[in-house]
């Protein structure tokens, strides 16, 4: 154990932070430390859309679902999928790149290497005693968002991640069971045993929310998930996708 696992171990969303802007080291830090990401054969397929304008801040807040968070935070960062710039290299070189950068595989390391970049700006920023949230609702209309950012084709905004001072800190969420996750050599073949370990998953959730909201809600996890699975979303995601020439090959 260190101070970074403890960082690490220590993570919760937040979303009430405070009327403080970041300043530009921080800002320039934690860019730098997503650049630091592992990347797939040092291609590099992602941008961060810094974005430090109110009305554009405002304007995401409302497309993603409403959400203050987005507008009120310290700085708001867009994670990208982005090949575009491989285009441009192909020009560059006299190369034919278009099948490879829209095929399945060049549009997994674009989202792959977007992620891990993401993960290691919400290390950086928590280690520095700021709070993030990830903001997934940027996928709830891509199109409102590409009129804001001016994202051309060959890249698709995945998420946002609010960052600021917090204001206030939300209880810890208990994940799985680090034996509900971690498998030696092979997938477990039991569907009976991976049951059993989502029943007693469901008791640990249900006693976190009954603490959490003083008996109030009693949700269990698979409750959670059942219901949201069964309902359609985002399901105008492949014609997107699609749209700005990615995951086409």
């Not at 290299?89 to 950068?101: A, F, L, W």
């Not at 009954?210 to 309902?231: I, P, S, V, Y």
Request: glycine letters at 6%; proline letters at 4%.
């Amino acid at each position: 154990m260190n101070d970074l696992i403890e960082t690490i171990l220590n993570h919760r969303s937040v979303r009430d932070f405070e009327d403080k802007p970041l300043s530009k080291e921080q800002i320039e830090t934690i860019v730098k430390s997503a650049q630091a990401a592992s990347t797939s054969s040092f291609i590099q397929a992602y941008s961060i859309i810094g974005v430090s304008d109110r009305s554009k801040k405002e304007k995401l807040a409302e497309v993603v679902g409403n959400q203050p968070y987005v507008a009120n935070n310290g700085h708001f960062l867009v994670f990208c999928a982005d090949l575009y710039r491989h285009s441009l290299i192909g020009e560059m070189e006299g190369s034919n790149v278009i099948p490879s950068i829209e095929s399945t595989e060049k549009f997994m390391v674009s989202l792959i290497d977007a992620a891990l970049a993401a993960q290691n700006a919400a290390i950086a920023a928590e280690s520095m005693g700021l709070g993030i949230c990830y903001i997934g609702g940027i996928r709830n209309n891509l199109e409102a968002v590409e009129e804001i950012l001016k994202t051309p084709d060959y890249v698709i905004p995945l998420f946002g991640m609010a960052i600021g001072h917090p204001a206030k800190l939300n209880d810890k969420k208990p994940r799985l069971p680090m034996n509900h996750v971690y498998m030696e050599n092979e997938y477990e073949q039991d569907p009976e045993v991976l049951k059993e370990q989502l029943n007693s998953y469901n008791e640990l959730i249900s006693a976190y929310y009954k603490e959490r909201t003083g008996g109030t809600r009693a949700d269990t996890w698979t409750g959670q998930m059942g219901q949201m699975l069964e309902k359609k979303s985002r399901m105008y995601m492949n014609d997107y996708v699609s749209k700005k020439k990615m995951n086409l090959r």
